[in-house]
T-cell receptor, first 114, second 114 residues
Framework: SAVISQKPSRDICQRGTSLTIQCQVD?????MFWYRQQPGQSLTLIAT?????????ESGFVIDKFPISRPNLTFSTLTVSNMSPEDSSIYLC???????????FGEGSRLTVL | GENVEQHPSTLSVQEGDSAVIKCTYS??????FPWYKQELGKRPQLIID?????GEKKDQRIAVTLNKTAKHFSLHITETQPEDSAVYFC?????????????FGSGTQLTVLP
């Protein structure tokens, strides 16, 4: 299994500001994934963070809005830029287990934008 | 791309009864089908998964069945208990190790009534 720590666990932000979420994994992983879960909704993949290269974004998500860093094999950050109330969501960091392909999730960062 | 539909969106059962959640997928190349359970305020966690080379898999009170011809798979929970109350997500993937190919269903809120 993988132990994933995320912070902040929750935050209340003002419109127009930016917030960076940190994700730390207890083992080295090639890919780290960032998901968004809007209130009462399913999980939507934002991007895949690869160490040593730019993140790969899914349709509907752009780097200017969600810049990602991946400085090493155990750490990544996701920034939510120029926030609006529509960005109020839970943001989850995730990695794949080494043997089974199981997805492990961090506890999530619940953002509320006023 | 893959499209996963999940039904029902909400399900209430009496404690001790069985619960069944169904999902259909569109991509015949998908070969990995995990189920995640998300308790209120917590991270999603894998509860069972099945690969396309088997038709059924059981783990104590939980079972998953897969019909590749019809492109649907189902989660069965027997002898439900109040702690089974949660949101359940199905997913389908072409490659078990790649979250980029993992598409989630919309989720089912299961409530087990004591």
């Amino acid at each position: 299994s993988a132990v994933i720590s995320q912070k902040p666990s929750r935050d209340i932000c003002q419109r127009g500001t930016s917030l960076t979420i940190q994700c730390q994994v207890d083992s080295q992983v090639t890919m780290m994934f960032w998901y968004r879960q809007q209130p009462g909704q399913s999980l939507t993949l934002i991007a895949t963070a690869n160490q040593g290269s730019e993140a790969t974004y899914e349709s509907g998500f752009v780097i200017d809005k969600f810049p990602i860093s991946r400085p090493n094999l155990t750490f990544s950050t996701l920034t939510v830029s120029n926030m609006s109330p529509e960005d109020s969501s839970i943001y989850l960091c995730s990695v794949t287990g080494p043997n089974t392909g199981e997805l492990f999730f961090g506890e999530g960062s619940r953002l509320t934008v006023l | 791309g893959e499209n996963v539909e999940q039904h029902p969106s909400t399900l209430s059962v009496q404690e001790g009864d069985s619960a069944v959640i169904k999902c259909t997928y569109s991509d015949s190349a998908s070969n990995y089908f995990p189920w995640y359970k998300q308790e209120l305020g917590k991270r999603p966690q894998l509860i069972i998964d099945i690969r396309s080379n088997v038709g059924e898999k059981k783990d104590q009170r939980i079972a998953v069945t897969l019909n590749k011809t019809a492109k649907h798979f189902s989660l069965h929970i027997t002898e439900t208990q109040p702690e089974d109350s949660a949101v359940y997500f199905c997913a389908a993937s072409g490659t078990s190790g790649s979250a980029r190919q993992l598409t989630f269903g919309s989720g089912t809120q299961l409530t087990v009534l004591p």
